[in-house]
């Protein structure tokens, strides 16, 4: 009876885990910035990009706020940064959103 107790909670502890409390983006600024699962609630989604760089984790971030820029995206969030079976490439994939509109503003 022990374990079956063991088990249900850790099952729904898991599930907590699963769960954001939304919060506000930073404000805008003219380049794409970074944010969280948790701050992208209710923004406009622009699509998904993906960049592959030699280098570190850090240049494979750096491409995806290029690519980002150029696409004049406000906001973008990592979705995927891994190295491939190449030692030194970086595989990198982002969502890219919009400025919030005046709604979605208001009801934060």
């Known amino acids: 009876m022990r374990i079956l107790y063991l088990a249900l909670t850790l099952?729904?502890?898991?599930?907590?885990?699963?769960?954001?409390?939304?919060?506000?983006?930073?404000?805008?600024?003219?380049?794409?910035q970074e944010?969280?699962?948790?701050?992208?609630?209710?923004?406009p989604k622009l699509g998904t990009i993906t960049a592959t760089t030699r280098g570190s984790p850090d240049d494979a971030q750096r491409a995806i706020a290029a690519k980002a820029n150029q696409?004049?995206?406000?906001?973008?969030?990592?979705?995927?940064?891994?190295?491939?079976?190449?030692?030194?490439?970086?595989?990198?994939?982002?969502?890219?959103?919009g400025a919030p509109s005046s709604g979605t503003a208001a009801q934060q």
Request: net charge negative.
């Open 11 to 32: 099952l729904l502890s898991g599930c907590a885990a699963f769960t954001t409390t939304p919060q506000a983006p930073p404000p805008p600024t003219q380049q794409a």
């Open 35 to 43: 944010i969280s699962r948790a701050q992208s609630v209710g923004l």
């Open 71 to 97: 696409a004049g995206a406000v906001y973008y969030q990592i979705l995927m940064l891994d190295e491939t079976t190449i030692p030194s490439f970086w595989y990198t994939t982002a969502i890219l959103y």
